[in-house]
């Protein structure tokens, strides 16, 4: 059989409750869908951090983000109580994307969407991909999703108005199109949905007013407050949380990307491709459930976007190839970004390449044939304040067993993931010897890949009074790049 098409959705900060086919009973989702029924459901699996640039390096390299050096969104930096540590503000050089060996094994390398790892010189063109639609600095569509949207390197639409994600599918649907049919192809299509701004077609936001209003949503409590965030420059912000999902412009983000992606997959059969091509679908984070106006709720799953719980980093994950993954199924094993890359090569034939993606594995026995599939420890290392409410730290899950070390004041937290979904029991005082063996984990980890620990901040007391102004000098803190870097 010849190498698959690889078409991978990497959505941005959808929560693992997003999807019907997780368990959302607001939004709705049939083509994405499709792909759990067609295919294979992941249950805990998870992006390699809370927020989105270091997981996109993660993704493109298969190592953690503390080995590629990029740890927070690009710029972000924040303090509290911890000064900031630096971290690549693009990603380096040197690191051999999964674009450029799929690209030396023959295949036709598309990149559409967002990027967020670094300035012109750092754009996907310069990581071995031979197409880049709209894939720049930009964290998000700085001017909405509504044409014109100002892109530096996408034109404004094709009329004014334009929705944003039809218009990016409507790309790649060029792409599939206008194909060397000789070769396969890697589509790495990462939608700006459903970033903030939160907007979407009118239509669809009257739709999820009048279902919020039959189900009674908008009467329900749709906030709790909690206390100040632990970043400086939101100390006099409480965190809202979100406790039901019912906001309709959100619910009508996730129904247009919904279409979206199944305009896609119709083409994949229009075009008899749909057998052969490995098509993959997640996220690069929790979804965002304590900020920014809190427009998605992750229940069972403790907070979201910006947290070390499990609400901040678990992801939908649905496969399908159907010439090998049968359908219908569901597993538990345990997956993280950094397992793309090796995944891809041994499905395209290719040789690994365990040099550069140091920190995957390759999923192909999980997907294939279901054999017991035992990844390892996964690892997390986040040392900044989120903008979210998250405090810096770092984490391991071992099976079931997760623990969460916060670095301002050295407190560990011990959960079993199986029994308490929700992480509301710590169970560090009563489970001590494997606090002390998964903690043993966790710094032989972090030692192993140079992970950088925040020092305590010396303008602490200055600042949280107001004597003192606050910084946000994002390039202060930018690590030196390396050599070609």
């Not at 936001?205 to 906030?223: N, S």
């Not at 026995?365 to 290392?381: C, E, K, M």
Request: glycine letters at 10%.
């Amino acid at each position: 059989m010849p190498a698959p098409n690889i078409l991978f959705f990497l959505l941005d900060d959808m929560g693992w409750k997003d999807l019907a086919c997780y368990g959302s009973t607001f939004y709705e989702t049939p083509n994405i869908d499709r792909l759990a029924k067609e295919g294979l459901r992941f249950t805990d699996a998870y992006a390699s951090c809370p927020v989105c640039s270091p997981t996109r390096a993660s993704v493109l390299t298969g190592k953690y983000p503390a080995r590629v050096g990029i740890t927070n969104y690009i710029p972000g930096n924040a303090t509290g109580k911890l000064a900031g540590v630096p971290y690549f503000h693009q990603l380096p050089l040197t690191e051999r994307s999964i674009a450029h060996a799929l690209k030396d094994g023959g295949y036709q390398t598309w990149h559409v969407g967002k990027w967020h790892l670094g300035k012109p010189g750092r754009y996907p063109e310069d990581f071995g991909f031979d197409v880049n639609v709209g894939g720049c600095e930009w964290g998000a569509p700085r001017d909405g999703y509504f044409s014109p949207w100002n892109f530096p390197n996408l034109p404004r639409g094709d009329h004014e108005g334009q929705y944003l994600t039809d218009y990016l599918t409507d790309r790649a649907a060029d792409l599939l199109r206008d194909r060397d049919a000789d070769r396969p192809f890697f589509m790495h299509f990462a939608h700006y949905a459903v970033h903030t701004p939160i907007e979407a077609p009118a239509d669809l936001i009257d739709k999820y007013e009048r279902k919020a209003e039959a189900l009674g949503l908008d009467r329900q409590r749709t906030f709790v407050s909690g206390g100040p965030h632990p970043c400086l420059h939101k100390k006099d912000i409480p965190i809202q949380r979100r406790v039901i999902q019912s906001h309709p412009a959100y619910a009508a983000m996730i129904e247009n990307l919904d279409r979206n992606v199944g305009r896609l997959l119709d083409l994949l059969d229009e075009l008899g491709l749909a057998d052969n091509t490995l098509v993959v679908f997640t996220s690069d984070n929790g979804g965002l459930s304590t900020s920014e106006g809190s427009p998605t709720c992750n229940f069972p799953l403790a907070e979201g976007k910006g947290w070390m719980y499990d609400g901040g980093v678990r992801e939908p994950l649905l496969v399908r190839w159907p010439c090998k993954v049968g359908a219908g199924r569901v597993t538990d094993a345990l997956a993280t970004s950094t397992d793309f890359y090796p995944t891809f090569l041994e499905a395209a034939g290719l040789p690994v390449e365990p040099e550069q993606h140091a920190d995957g594995v390759s999923l192909l026995p999980a997907l294939t044939d279901g054999s017991v599939f035992d990844r390892g420890p996964i690892f997390w290392h986040y040392p900044h304040y989120s903008n979210q409410g998250g405090s810096p730290g770092c984490s391991v899950r071992d099976g079931d067993w997760k623990l969460i070390e916060f670095f301002e004041d050295g407190k560990l937290e011990l959960y079993n993931l199986r029994d308490d979904l929700q992480e509301e029991h710590d169970l560090a005082a009563t489970h001590t010897q494997r606090v002390e063996d998964l903690h043993a984990k966790l710094v032989a980890w972090r030692q192993e890949v140079e992970a950088l620990i925040p020092g305590p901040n010396p303008d602490y007391e200055d600042q949280l009074l107001g004597h003192r102004p606050m910084t946000n000098d994002a390039e202060r803190l930018s690590r030196p790049l390396p050599v070609g870097g």
